[in-house]
């Protein structure tokens, strides 16, 4: 999938916003796609079938949060990206956007070649999902689900169950924040039940062996992978 292939759309209240990354975007060849409300950016969404929406979460008449909620309640948009542009980074409204369904959250101001850079990280998923799901690779990371082998820098990485699962989790879809909830059910799912404390010691030892930039904690929500 290339980048004319790929449908952006843009949602935001401001029209000088639309028009500086619309134009941005479509420089790098994306199709853009805009609307300046929840409601608009929902039926848009609908048709369009974007592969990625960036949001706005201070509008009028349907706001971000609202208009995510009913986006992720599309069956053919489930796999879309969807990812917050917004001037408020309180820990509470990242919170309410991630609980709504969102894969990340961009605060602006952002200078355009950031934001760019950002949404072709996003992008780099749905790559991901047309590749082997067995495999990941992500630099000098090799991780081979079929075979529990991990490979770094050439050099095999031996690391328990639990360890090798949560790192294919998050590794999987780089930049996507995985909440609390979410790791439990996928890691643990129906064993017995662990407490919130258990992720955090994974993690711990997770960013000892395999580096510690590697980990990034999102507060109040979960963790994510960094490239």
Not at 32 to 37: D, G
Not at 117 to 146: H, P
């Amino acid at each position: 999938m290339t980048e004319k292939d790929i449908k952006i759309l843009l949602v935001d209240d401001e029209p000088d916003i639309l028009e500086i990354i619309g134009y941005n975007l479509s420089n790098e060849g994306y199709q853009v796609i805009t609307a300046e409300n929840g409601v608009k950016a929902v039926k848009k969404a609908k048709k369009e079938k974007p592969q990625l929406i960036i949001l706005d979460v201070m509008m009028p008449e349907m706001d971000g949060i609202e208009a995510c909620e009913n986006i992720r309640k599309i069956p053919e948009l489930k796999d879309t990206i969807i990812t917050f542009l917004t001037a408020r980074g309180e820990d509470y409204s990242q919170v309410a956007g991630f609980d709504a369904g969102a894969d990340d959250y961009i605060t602006k101001p952002i200078k355009p070649k950031v934001l760019i850079s950002k949404v072709k990280a996003l992008l780099r998923r749905l790559k991901e999902t047309e590749q082997n799901d067995s495999i990941v690779q992500i630099g000098n990371l090799i991780i081979n689900r079929e075979e529990y082998k991990i490979t770094l820098k050439n050099e095999e990485i031996l690391l328990p169950r639990k360890e090798f699962e949560l790192l294919f989790l998050l590794a999987s879809k780089p930049g996507k924040v995985f909440k609390r909830e979410e790791i439990l059910d996928k890691v643990w799912g129906n064993e017995v039940v662990v407490g919130g404390r258990t992720i955090d010691v994974h993690i711990r030892k997770l960013r000892e062996k395999i580096g510690d930039d590697s980990f990034k904690t999102v507060k109040g929500v979960g963790y994510k992978f960094v490239e």
